[in-house]
């Protein structure tokens, strides 16, 4: 876990997670920067670049991200917050966090009973097998090619 609380409530800029698009300034989601804007935001976690988040009663629908700005952002205390160690790749996993692979720990591992979570203890239980660091940033800047390609195409199909 590498997510401090904002115990100094410090004016940095609010973030949510959506499906789509990862990390997105609360102003951008939310009309008028959503009900919190003017909050006290104390509670909130402080995510600093290359660090994931993501929600644990949402992320069987995809609701994780990557924070690659350059400054600290906050998120809800609700969000699950977290770094690698210098032997992941940050891109390998995020592909990996997209598999079938992950949505199947998901399914094993949330627990609760009208909604579901997916702590970040549970997370730690599951394993990946990792190549080198070489391949894996190998891999991960293939899946990145291979994903703009298809966006590409998609694009080009709804034009």
Not at 1 to 14: A, C, F, I, V
Not at 38 to 58: C, E, G, T
Not at 79 to 89: I, L
């Amino acid at each position: 876990m590498s997510g401090e609380k904002n115990r100094d409530n410090l004016p940095y800029q609010s973030y949510s997670i959506t499906n789509e698009n990862g990390f997105v300034p609360q102003d951008e989601k939310f009309e008028n920067g959503g009900t919190m804007r003017d909050a006290d935001k104390r509670m909130y976690y402080i995510v600093s670049p290359r660090s994931f988040a993501y929600n644990p009663a949402r992320i069987n629908v995809g609701s994780i991200g990557y924070q690659n700005t350059s400054k600290n952002v906050i998120v809800s205390s609700l969000y699950e917050v977290f770094k690698t160690t210098d032997d992941v790749d940050d891109r390998f996993l995020w592909h990996w966090f997209k598999s079938d692979n992950f949505k199947k720990l998901i399914l094993q591992l949330q627990e609760g009973g009208v909604r579901l979570y997916f702590y970040y203890d549970k997370l730690c239980m599951g394993s990946i097998a990792l190549p080198s660091f070489a391949e894996q940033q190998q891999i991960g800047a293939y899946l990145d090619k291979l994903d703009h390609l298809i966006t590409l195409h998609q694009r080009k199909l709804f034009e």
